[in-house]
């Protein structure tokens, strides 16, 4: 496709349920990360993967998430046992080549999380 | 805690105006973005400025970086109503390869 794509775009999940958010990114890409965006701030980053190798974790707030990319391309971020805090807008961006140098980072229009 | 902030929060102005818009971090960079995100989307790239480079342009926007005061700004020249949006800086580390660290960003409103 022509952007990277998420879905889906709005997700209610009741507290305690299972969520899975899924991204394809820009065909080709190496690189893909997930930020969480709470209302009225900035992204905050999740993880990032380098094709299906998940380089760093760092941001992920409990076990309770979890990222893969078994195959280097789409990517899926799993939720489990979903709490109101984690209510917010997941976004997904992918970039062409690995960090080191700093490239641009494409993002996608993102799945809002309801959890009520 | 965010590695960037930008100030002012809030920025209102007519169309045809200047809008300038400030982004301070703490720690040495890579380098600096600038993203629009307009309400309800995601994020569009503007500029990439690399650390060892003072100033950037791209149609009506202009980025400067000053290491020296870990300091970014972003100007955008003649404003028009479609560049209502919040803008966000985002930093990238020395230390880490992966992931940018973005502020909490400003809130442009241009009124027509």
């Known amino acids: 496709g022509a952007g990277v794509s998420q879905s889906p775009r709005y997700k209610v999940a009741k507290r305690g349920q299972d969520v899975a958010l899924r991204c394809d990114p820009i065909s080709g890409h190496v690189s893909l990360f997930w930020y969480q965006q709470a209302l009225g701030q900035g992204p905050e980053f999740l993880t990032y993967?380098?094709?299906?190798?998940?380089?760093?974790k760092s941001g992920l707030p409990s076990d309770r998430f979890f990222a893969e990319r078994p195959e280097g391309s789409v990517s899926t971020l799993k939720i489990q046992r979903t709490q109101q805090e984690d209510s917010a807008v997941y976004l997904c961006?992918?970039?062409?080549?690995?960090?080191?140098?700093?490239?641009?980072?494409?993002f996608g229009q993102g799945t809002r999380l309801t959890v009520v | 805690s965010q590695q960037g902030e930008e100030d002012p929060q809030a920025l209102s102005i007519q169309e045809g105006e200047n809008a300038t818009m400030n982004c301070s971090y703490k720690t040495s960079i890579n380098n600096l973005q600038w993203y629009r995100q307009n309400s309800g989307r995601g994020l569009v790239h503007l500029i990439l400025?690399?650390?060892?480079?003072r100033e950037k342009h791209s149609g009506r926007l202009r980025v400067t970086l000053d290491t020296s005061k870990k300091s970014s700004s972003l100007l955008i020249t003649a404003s028009r109503a479609a560049d209502t949006a919040s803008y966000f800086c985002?930093?990238?580390?020395?230390?880490?390869?992966?992931?940018?660290?973005f502020g909490d960003g400003t809130t442009l409103t241009v009124k027509p």
């Open positions: 400025i690399r650390s060892n480079e």
């Open positions: 961006a992918s970039s062409s080549k690995g960090r080191t140098r700093g490239t641009e980072a494409f």
């Open positions: 993967f380098q094709n299906e190798a998940q380089l760093d």
């Open positions: 985002a930093t990238d580390y020395n230390t880490n390869a992966g992931k940018s660290t």
